[in-house]
């Protein structure tokens, strides 16, 4: 919270985890802020993102309201105009299946959440996809003054997708259209699902995995957003136009918003020729190269980082899942994956165009987006002290993790990994004969929870105490409480 009058800081509120947007209501007594990435361990399929609720008043969170098993990637957050409502759009990551197809959403489907600001409860999650065909990486949300429709960028798609919040508010009040509220015999679809959507808490939750119930209800249409990367949005005054900003082909379209297609573009400067980092970063962030248009790379890496998550890849067999990795400074940490499977980052990229995109592309596209993974580069923790060194819990930290805690014997060198394999106690009840796993690097490790390689810790402090009772990985039973809260921060701050 800041006094722009007096120019100074008032108040840091914590809030979940990577906070990238935020909204007030009309009478300012509520932020909803949106945590981008869910908090707890990936062994509980119940974990998600949420939105944060600050009562602006007393400066404090007074509820953090999950969306939904699987959210993650939660960005834009728009406010109704009677401010009963907020409006979140995120990725819903199905995260508890093996990686075997992506067909109707397998994996990943992306959604809109409502949530009730009278009760702060979220009240259903929808989809924003077809049945055949995903609506990608939404990114930003318009709405209009009546509070009766949303536009929003499908950023992984180039699409931009118009819906009737209002008229959905209504058929979840009761306000069923006669065409809808009759049922058919033996139809187990969209159709007997919004029959029964007033009357039962079954059939509203259904909507979280319903592909077609949007688009029955005529609810949902997409278009083309006249450009490659849509992010903002912005309505015009009269609401008959909707500005689009475009991240790569650097250009804001103009879309008449009756007609729903392009009427004008504008290019926001001269556009030099991409380089090849630029065109990976274009192709990473790209789910129309994807089967059916589910994901991105960047759907289950933004940033180059991770999701939160844990998913059941099938390089190393099946039923044993594994944390979504950050692919900042991967190209150096050969070879890649927990168990090694990936001779390198290079040949883990293919494998990812193949057997998670479900594509094939030309080589120069997979060599361009290795050019991009090879970019990244760690950020400064904000866990740093205010010149950016250690503070001095962090500094005791660093003594202790070289010396007494014995973390330095395998967490070496610059990336802090020595790359190589060892059994530290860590194997899961899933992980079968596997049991050696490799050292990770420590880069950003504030940023890359859940911990351990299945994902299974929430916290650092539980890779130091609850799953490391027999000191397999670093001496830390040895440690006192205060220790280990200084290795924790200088953990934290790596």
Not at 321 to 331: D, E, I, N, Q, Y
């Amino acid at each position: 919270m800041f006094d722009t009058a007096a120019n100074k800081e008032i108040k840091r509120i914590s809030v979940v985890r990577e906070p990238m947007f935020a909204a007030l209501t009309p009478d300012e007594k509520k932020l909803v802020v949106a945590n981008s990435l869910p908090r707890g361990s990936a062994a509980d399929f119940r974990l998600g993102a949420s939105v944060s609720i600050i009562d602006t008043a007393a400066q404090k969170v007074v509820k953090n309201v999950v969306l939904c098993s699987g959210a993650t990637n939660a960005r834009s957050v728009c406010v109704s105009p009677d401010g009963k409502y907020a409006y979140i759009i995120h990725t819903v990551s199905r995260f508890m299946v093996p990686t075997t197809q992506l067909e109707r959403g397998w994996m990943n489907t992306h959604g809109l959440t409502i949530v009730d600001l009278t009760k702060n409860a979220r009240v259903v999650t929808v989809l924003l996809d077809y049945l055949n065909e995903g609506g990608a990486d939404p990114f930003d949300i318009a709405m209009t003054k009546d509070g009766r429709r949303l536009y929003i960028s499908l950023g992984g798609v180039h699409q931009i997708a118009f819906v009737e919040i209002g008229k959905l508010l209504d058929m979840l009040g009761g306000k069923i259209p006669d065409n809808l509220r009759k049922k058919k015999p033996y139809d187990m679809g969209s159709q007997n699902l919004w029959a029964d959507i007033d009357k039962s808490e079954k059939s509203r939750e259904g909507l979280t995995n319903d592909l077609t119930a949007m688009y029955v209800a005529g609810l949902l249409k997409r278009v083309p957003s006249g450009g490659n990367g849509p992010r903002g949005v912005a309505l015009s005054p009269d609401e008959k136009k909707l500005w689009v900003a475009h991240y790569y082909s650097g250009e804001v379209t103009v879309l008449d918003t009756e007609k729903r297609k392009v009427i004008a573009r504008h290019a926001v400067g001269p556009q030099p020729k991409a380089d090849v980092v630029r065109q990976g970063e274009e192709i990473f962030h790209d789910a129309s190269i994807c089967f059916q248009h589910w994901q991105s790379c960047s759907t289950c890496h933004p940033n180059g980082r991770m999701d939160g998550l844990r998913w059941d890849l099938l390089n190393d067999g099946i039923g044993n899942p594994k944390k979504t990795r950050s692919l900042c400074m991967s190209g150096k940490t050969s070879p890649v994956m927990s168990l090694g499977v990936r001779e390198s980052m290079e040949v883990g990229a293919a494998a990812g165009f193949r057997h998670i995109l479900f594509v094939v592309v030309p080589q120069s596209d997979i060599d361009a987006t290795c050019e991009y993974i090879r970019s990244l580069k760690p950020v400064p923790s904000p866990h740093l002290g205010p010149d950016g060194k250690l503070t001095a819990a962090a500094q005791r930290g660093k003594k202790l993790f070289e010396e007494k805690a014995g973390c330095a014997a395998c967490h070496t060198g610059p990336l802090l990994t020595d790359m190589k394999s060892y059994d530290v106690g860590t194997k899961g009840e899933l992980d079968r004969g596997a049991r050696e796993f490799y050292t990770p690097k420590l880069l950003e490790l504030y940023r890359t929870a859940p911990f351990l390689h299945d994902a299974r810790a929430a916290t650092l402090m539980d890779v130091l105490t609850k799953y490391n009772k027999d000191d397999q990985h670093g001496d830390t039973s040895k440690l006192t409480k205060e220790e280990r809260n200084d290795l924790v921060a200088y953990l934290l701050s790596l």
